[in-house]
């Protein structure tokens, strides 16, 4: 099991991006959570097999139709607290 952090920026606050990712993260098996940040950007803690990680990761580059995502800061944080699913906070 692996835990990543990320900062997305970008257009990706209003236009669904964290339900979709709290969809697809939880379509790949990991917990963790998502919300908004003041300064507009969006931030990812996610918890699983490092393959799934990946591929969130990836859909993160993206993000869904709405979204414009100009940057994914992926950064290294350790959270030990435990998730049992996945949530929008």
């Known amino acids: 099991m692996g835990q ?6 970008g257009r990706v606050q209003g236009v669904f991006y964290r339900q979709s990712t709290c ?9 963790g959570w998502v919300r908004n940040l003041k300064d507009s950007t969006v931030e990812v803690w996610a ?4 393959q799934q990680l990946q591929l969130l990761e990836s859909w993160l580059q993206v993000g869904p139709p709405a979204a414009t995502v ?9 959270d030990t607290a435990g ?7």
Not at 4 to 9: E, F, G, L, R, S
Not at 23 to 31: D, E, F, H, P
Not at 47 to 50: R, T
Not at 70 to 78: D, L, P
């Open 4 to 9: 990543q952090h990320y900062i997305v920026h």
């Open 23 to 31: 969809k697809k993260a939880i379509q790949l098996g990991l917990t």
């Open 47 to 50: 918890v699983g097999e490092a």
């Open 70 to 78: 100009t940057e994914v800061v992926k950064t290294a944080f350790v």
């Open 83 to 89: 998730y049992q699913d996945f949530s929008v906070r």
